[in-house]
């Protein structure tokens, strides 16, 4: 829920979409023209089995979003992690 903190700018009902989300808002200070800032994404290793963290991070690296991507591997995913 958006509503756990003050700070939550974004909210979606899937976590696949943490890295999406972080890239638009790193291009999105570029259009402004001042000087952009790192945006962080946090997801889950569940989260990274979906197709949208990968096609995310894929862009990033395409347009140098400035993306720091933090796994957060709990080993809570139901298949096995290596």
């Not at 000087?35 to 949208?52: F, L, Q, W």
């Amino acid at each position: 829920r958006r509503a756990e903190s003050e700070y939550d700018c974004f909210g979606a009902g899937h976590s696949s979409t943490s890295i999406s989300a972080a890239q638009g808002m790193a291009e999105g200070k570029k259009l402004t023209g001042k000087e952009p800032s790192n945006c962080v994404a946090v997801i889950g290793d569940g989260a990274m089995s979906g197709g949208m963290a990968f096609e995310a991070m894929n862009n990033c690296g395409h347009l140098n979003s400035k993306v720091i991507v933090v796994l957060n591997d709990n080993g809570q995913v139901s298949l096995p992690t290596g």
